[in-house]
């Protein structure tokens, strides 16, 4: 038995040899793929992307925010219970070593995590990083279990309604900035939404069930949703219809004034509380002047547990027909709200630290990039190369790498091809295939001569530059393109 024990310490402690493990090969007549709901994107498709996360990423940054990171694993625990009747689309891991763990299903929870854990109570931040839902994916309205998004939150103790007004603004900006097509933010509160339900007989127990069934107007006619909440969540049909004469309501400053008179709302105190911080938000929003792009609007619940008070979601219109004269949603590309007690349910003692943010629907938006990019057959540049550098005779290799060598110095974006002596045709076609604007030209006479000859690729305009001048001519002709 001590022979056993010393030969198994032996082995235990011996220099491992990686186990050989012969690849397997592809079963015959099977496809390779991405796992349902994820894809790959391709250089044209992370061009266009970025272009998109830049104009997003600008706004962000005049608004003044910075921005963190927080890793794609969280703590099983850190996650379940956030997120109402959606906490079933959380992807949880198996056990790992004693930790129990699931994949970030948005930025909110763990930026809250973040923000009680390192004891923070003022910040300003924005976050673009990928997250997962086990949703059914609709990838051609750019649903994806795999997708980016793109947060800016506010957190901190300040007065009343500036900076909800502030991200509505930011909302705002960036449809208008993308030219997307005419949009709406609708507006509600959810303060408004349990004073609406309690006054119309829902007991509290139901309130966030049934926010869940409300939320869905947006995509189900008002009976479906009746249904739903009488025959499955089990609310009274005479519930029901008080809570259907409500969330047919949309309107702005009036609207809000009829409700605060309302005999039922005015009485219940968080839905008063609620009315009166809408009107102040409004009378912000109208100093702004963007009021003409936000409905107050009942339906509006968005079913995530932690809000708390003000929440919106911005969508994108489209006239039905000339007969019609209300536009119709095609999805929302925005959305958020205040969550006044998340911090607090991870801080030991509980301190809350208000918040209020807004998420962009990043690939919602590059959806409908994408499909204008297609139908205009737009050429999407993949590289920012700004020169390329080549030759007209052979056996002049070295000079082309010296050259690029004093671009690639001076902070020139430029490229050559990867041959010894690649005909002059065959670098002019790669550059009006990538896009390259300018080339340049070294060639025996050029080199005896002392300058490089620059050529514009798209007018064929062909201009001798002396070499101690290649570098300000390249960077002035390329600021003007």
């Known amino acids: 038995m001590l022979r056993l024990r010393l030969a198994a310490a032996a082995w235990c ?32 498709q992370v061009a266009l992307r970025d272009r998109l996360v830049g104009t997003v990423v600008a706004c962000f940054k005049r608004h003044g925010a910075a921005a963190i990171d927080t890793p794609v694993l969280e703590l099983r625990e850190t996650l379940m219970g956030k997120y109402g009747d959606n906490s079933k689309l959380i992807y949880e891991l198996q056990d790992q070593g004693g930790e129990l763990l699931a994949l970030r299903y948005d930025l909110t929870v763990p930026f809250a995590r973040y923000l009680a854990m390192n004891k923070i109570t003022n910040i300003k931040r924005y976050h673009i990083a990928k997250v997962y839902r086990r949703d059914n994916p609709a990838t ?18 300040f007065d009343p309604m500036i900076p909800d007004a502030e991200c509505l603004k930011i909302v705002h900006e960036i449809l208008s900035d993308l030219q997307l097509g005419d949009f709406l933010i609708k507006v509600n509160d959810r303060r408004i939404l349990d004073g609406m339900f309690a006054v119309c007989g829902v007991p509290d127990s139901k309130f966030r069930t049934i926010c869940s069934s409300v939320d869905k107007l947006d995509k189900v006619p008002w009976e479906d949703v009746k249904n739903e909440m009488v025959g499955e969540k089990g609310l009274s049909p005479e519930a029901a219809d008080r809570i259907g004469e409500y969330v047919q309501l949309h309107g702005g400053l009036d609207l809000i004034e009829q409700l605060l008179q309302d005999p039922k709302l005015s009485q219940n105190k968080l839905a008063k509380e609620g009315l009166g911080d809408m009107k102040l938000l409004f009378e912000y929003l109208t100093l702004f002047g963007i009021t003409g792009k936000i409905s107050f609007d009942l339906s509006l619940a968005r079913g995530l547990d932690y809000y708390t008070g003000v929440i919106y979601e911005a969508v994108l219109l489209q006239q039905q027909n000339d007969h019609v004269e209300d536009p119709v949603s095609v999805g929302s590309v925005a959305g958020g709200g205040r969550y006044d007690g998340l911090v607090g349910m991870f801080d030991p003692k509980g301190r809350k630290v208000p918040c209020v943010g807004v998420s962009i629907g990043i690939e919602r938006i590059f959806s409908i990039l994408e499909q204008r990019v297609e ?52 670098q002019l076609q790669y550059c009006e295939d990538t896009g390259i604007p300018l080339v340049a030209i070294v060639g025996e006479q050029e080199l005896k001569d002392g300058v490089v000859k620059l050529r514009v690729v798209a007018t064929r305009e062909e201009v001798n530059i002396r070499r101690e001048n290649l570098i300000e001519e390249i960077r002035m002709r390329t600021s003007q393109l």
């Not at 050989?20 to 099977?30: E, F, I, K, Q, T």
């Not at 051609?140 to 103790?157: P, V």
């Open 13 to 44: 402690s011996a220099p491992r040899r990686p186990l050989s493990v012969s690849p397997r090969r592809l079963a015959a007549g099977s496809a390779l793929k991405t796992p349902k709901g994820t894809r790959d994107h391709p250089p044209a």
């Open 140 to 157: 051609t309205r750019g649903r994806y279990r795999e997708f980016y998004q793109c947060d800016f939150d506010i957190a901190g103790q």
């Open 375 to 426: 139908a205009s057959e737009e050429k999407i540049r993949t590289t920012e190369t700004q020169v390329l550098v080549a030759s007209a005779q052979k056996k002049l290799l070295e000079e082309r790498l010296k050259l690029i060598s004093e671009l690639w110095d001076a902070g020139i974006k430029a490229e050559i091809l990867y041959k010894k002596n690649p005909k002059l045709l065959n």
